[in-house]
């Protein structure tokens, strides 16, 4: 499967994106996704995932309650609204998928994205 992220940019601090991560190449309803993110000169960390299906959703503590992941299988794409951004929020976002099985870790991806930058401002 190929992913491609999108809906970047730069926002002031509150404010809100939508970030946007379109599949193609298989049946998307078949492959569990998630969101990670990596700020400068910092390492790829753990944002959010969905199960293949969207019944689970996990997120990590410095997002629960501000960033929302969700999926629409019919177009192929999973989303990861973010509101109350903050500076700290800073990074190249990107997607990963893995064929039915949600991975506990980011090793567990087969597929990424090619990522899109988030910039806050304070």
């Known amino acids: 499967v190929q992913l491609q992220a999108s809906g970047g940019g730069l926002v002031q601090a509150g404010g809100s994106l939508r970030l946007s991560c379109a599949a193609s190449?298989?049946?998307?309803?078949?492959?569990?996704a998630g969101w990670f993110r990596q700020a400068p000169g910092k390492g790829r960390e753990f944002v959010a995932s969905?199960?293949?299906?969207?019944?689970?959703?996990y997120y990590a503590d410095s997002v629960k309650g501000r960033f929302t992941i969700s999926r629409d299988n019919a177009k192929s794409t999973v989303y990861l609204q973010m509101d109350m951004l903050k500076p700290e929020d800073t990074a190249v976002y990107y997607c990963?998928?893995?064929?039915?099985?949600?991975?506990?870790?980011?090793?567990?991806?087969?597929?990424w994205g090619q990522g899109t930058l988030v910039t806050v401002s304070s």
């Open positions: 990963a998928a893995n064929y039915n099985v949600l991975p506990s870790t980011e090793r567990g991806y087969g597929y």
């Open positions: 190449g298989r049946t998307f309803s078949s492959y569990a």
């Open positions: 969905i199960v293949k299906t969207g019944g689970g959703t």
